[in-house]
């Protein structure tokens, strides 16, 4: 298993934010978490109000105690809105239905960590974190 | 009334991760709490994400705090989303409408404890805790 | 790094409860955690009240967030007794100052998860911490 | 009042930790908020544990709420300790009475953010951060 390093993770950050500013996004939060869901990098651009970051950092805790990209679990909630509604206060908050929180994996396949972007539409978001990713030299959801 | 011991609910997470193992379901975690809601045992096993034990200890919480397994409350939620997605929080999060969430009996039919089993299936979970309670001794749902 | 398996945080614990037993120790709880702080494995003892689990979790927990042995830190906290009972309440309770918390090392000396072990003094929890790394063929303090 | 930028932010993390490795620091946690206390930039560096980062941020968070870096605070904090141990439950937790919390002035001397930083010694800390804060062009305690 690779370790996730701060590089790698300025890296997803730096990248991410000059693809959104490429695509005209609206401002943008981006937290990078470890396998265990500790930050090792995070930004959030000018303009991005402050519950961004939280959000973002929901997304990304969600992607790894999941063990799937939010885009999935967005999915999955619709299909049963009381028991994900409820988890979301069993799990202290740090879950987020929506796409943009990304699993990190290594070139073995293993998850290391997770990126989550909030700010403008959650493809938008999720498209931002796998530009990152890749600009990192590891593995996202495509 | 008997207490649950720690022999006891260690075979528990023993047994239903054997059974879990032998019928190939995903990643499990396992909680055993006594009937004070306080746990006495717990394992999550390989590649269970780290939200699996916070959704199974809610199960067995749930359980002991409803009063009846999960699978009950789960139909019961059903009927009555908003009045279910509310006591969540009321409950501080500790509840989780999912099978998975088994009440253990000794042989008065006292409750003594609960198992939560979260990572496949309600119903998969449900009887791994099921075969666990069993190989202690001790009475299941079924 | 190695991964802290399910099976080697289960044998942590029967062997620090062997140990326990055989020295006659007060009823003890064990938790064992890996590298980012989340629960593998835990087990309380027949007679162990039940703040027990809390506390060898937070000793843990203060191990791997700290870096070092909860003994170090104990030691470091009577010489800063205000900025060591402040961080208590910023790092949410998940701090002990006591020994008991004993880091996990693979082969090449990685932290790859943490034993907490509460109910009888410091020292001796400590002991069962390292009596049960060792039987999983892991490394402790010693 | 000048905005404390995204690429100002950055600029304090990544100069920040330069600075730390060719002085050859223990790992360190950079987190960089702005004059509302909230995160727009934060790194933590290969080898830090997860608690450095709660402790930066709630170092920076202390330094803007009491209006004074953490260095004046910690100096306080020795001659008054009921008061200052129990404002931190007060507070949330989100104060920590040691250096490392330096607050970041635009050239007319209006505070505009702070950077917090923990790992190595308290005043260690404080100089990666002020090191970050002149290489953004901005100004800190010196």
Known sequence: MTALTFAAAQ???ATAHDHARTQNLKPL????????GHLVAAGREDG???FRT??????????????VDTAVTA????G???????IVTTLG??????????LIHD?????????GVSGDTGEADAACANVGIKAAGLIGSN
Chains 1, 2, 3, 4 share one sequence.
């Open 75 to 78: 999915e999955r909630a619709k």
């Open 48 to 50: 991005a109000t402050f």
């Open 107 to 115: 070139a073995d396949g293993v998850v290391i960590g997770a990126v």
């Open 29 to 36: 939060a981006f937290v990078v978490l470890d396998a265990g």
């Open 80 to 86: 049963n809105p009381t028991f994900y509604a409820g």
């Open 11 to 13: 890296t997803i950050v």
């Open 54 to 67: 939280e959000i973002a950092k929901a997304k990304a805790t969600c992607a790894l105690g999941m063990g």
């Open 93 to 102: 908050g740090d879950v987020v239905f929506s796409p943009g929180g990304v």
